[in-house]
C-alpha cells in the first residue's frame, strides 16, 4: 500500500487510462476523485469498483477546458477529503483531420481540453498541495515524438503537455512538488475504438513487445511516477510504448 493516506485527483476518469490509473492508485491506498465531464454513470461504476475493493472514491464533474468549473470541483474535492496530495491529468480529446480540413474550433477544443486542462488544474491544486511531497503526473503522448497524417493538433497539443510538465517542474520543485508526464502510444480504450484492424495489426508487428497497451499498461506507470519510488523524478515524460518508437 505504497499510496495509504494520499488523496489522488485523477481527471478523465470515467473511462479508458484514466479510470485504471483510479482504480490503480486505490488499490494502492490512496483515496481518489473519479473527475468526469459527460459520463456521470461510467464515474459512478469506477466509484463503486473502487469500493467493492474496499477503497475509497468519490465522483466530481469538471468540464477541464473550464477553469471555472475546474476551480469549483477541486474545492468540493478538498472540502471532501481535506487536501490533494497527487494530481493525474488524464482527460483527453482526438479529433484527427488533414491539414486543409483544420478548423479553429477543433484546434480551440483540443489545445483547452488537453493543454489548457493541465494550467487550470495546476492552478487549482496548488492550494490544497501539501508542503512536500505532491506530485503531478500529466498525460502526453507518443505522438509528439511520431505525429501521425490527421494528427497534428492532438500532437501538438500534447507536444504543449510536455513543456508544460517540464516548465512547472522547475517552477514547483522548490515547494517539493514533483512534475512528470507519461506518453503512451496506442492503447486499448474508447478513443482508439476506431482504429481500422490492419493498423492495429501493424502497429503490433512494430512493437517489440508484441501486443498494444492496455490502460492497465499506463497506469502502472502512472502509479510509479505517483509513489515515493520515483521521489527523484521530475520534468520528465517517460514513454510508455512498449518499445514502439
Ligand atoms: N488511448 C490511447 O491510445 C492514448 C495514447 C496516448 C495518449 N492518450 C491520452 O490518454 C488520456 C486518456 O485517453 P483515453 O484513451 O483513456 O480516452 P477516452 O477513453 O476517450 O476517455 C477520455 C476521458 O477524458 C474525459 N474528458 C474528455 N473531455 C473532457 C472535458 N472537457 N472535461 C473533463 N473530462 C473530459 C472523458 O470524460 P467523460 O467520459 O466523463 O466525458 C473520459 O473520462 C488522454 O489525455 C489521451 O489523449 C491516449
Redesign the pocket.
Known sequence: MKMKDKIALV??????????IARKLAGEGASVAV??????N??QQVVQAIRGSGGQAAAF??????EA?VQAMVQQVAAAFGRIDILV??????EVAPVGQISRESFH?QF???AW?VVAATQAVLPYLPVTGACIV??????VLQPKPGSAV?SA??GA?DVLTHSFALELGARGIRVNA????????????GIPPERIQAETALTPLGR??E?ED?ADAVAFLASDDARWITGRTILTDGGRM
Open positions: 481527471t478523465g476518469a470515467s473511462r479508458g487510462i484514466g479510470a485504471a473527475v468526469y465531464n459527460g459520463n456521470r461510467a464515474a464533474q469538471a468540464d477541464v477546458a473550464d468549473s491529468n488524464a482527460a483527453g480529446i482526438l477544443a483547452y481540453t488537453n486542462s500529466n498525460v502526453s503522448s507518443s505522438l492532438y497539443s500534447k503537455v507519461v506518453a503512451p502510444h496506442i492503447t486499448r480504450t474508447d478513443m482508439t475504438a498494444l497497451a490502460p499506463i
